[in-house]
Nanobody, 123 residues
Framework: QVQLTESGGGLVQAGGSLTLSCAAS????????MGWFRQAPGMEREFVAT????????LYGDSVLGRFTISRDSAKNTVYLQMNSLKPEDTAVYYC????????????????WGQGTQVTVSS
């Protein structure tokens, strides 16, 4: 079983950037399709991005397309989410997740989850 740990969250002003990391232990991350989701208070968990095992294919949610970039480094067993042009509405807890099957936008299709990292964007 893989354990996922997110880091890199924090407080940033609107228009700024952050890079989130998701480090894996227990298993090789390259075996998994990986995704990033976020959840704001009182809201459902929202799809942000997903990346294939090879890293060649990516998919983004409409609200982050063109601003966020998902990537993975097999040597470091880590997945990243580069977030640019941040907006106050990007404020949420961000989670990374993994699954064995395929790229997916629905949280229920992911088997493994990290504990989340808070991102707060001030206006």
């Amino acid at each position: 079983q893989v354990q996922l740990t997110e880091s890199g969250g924090g407080l940033v002003q609107a228009g700024g950037s952050l890079t989130l990391s998701c480090a894996a232990s227990g298993r090789t991350l390259s075996n998994y399709v990986m995704g990033w989701f976020r959840q704001a208070p009182g809201m459902e968990r929202e799809f942000v991005a997903t990346i294939s095992r090879s890293g060649r294919n990516t998919l983004y949610g409409d609200s982050v397309l063109g601003r966020f970039t998902i990537s993975r480094d097999s040597a470091k067993n880590t997945v990243y989410l580069q977030m640019n042009s941040l907006k106050p509405e990007d404020t949420a807890v961000y989670y990374c997740a993994g699954n064995f099957d395929g790229m997916a936008t629905m949280p229920r299709l992911y088997d493994y989850w990290g504990q989340g990292t808070q991102v707060t964007v001030s206006s």
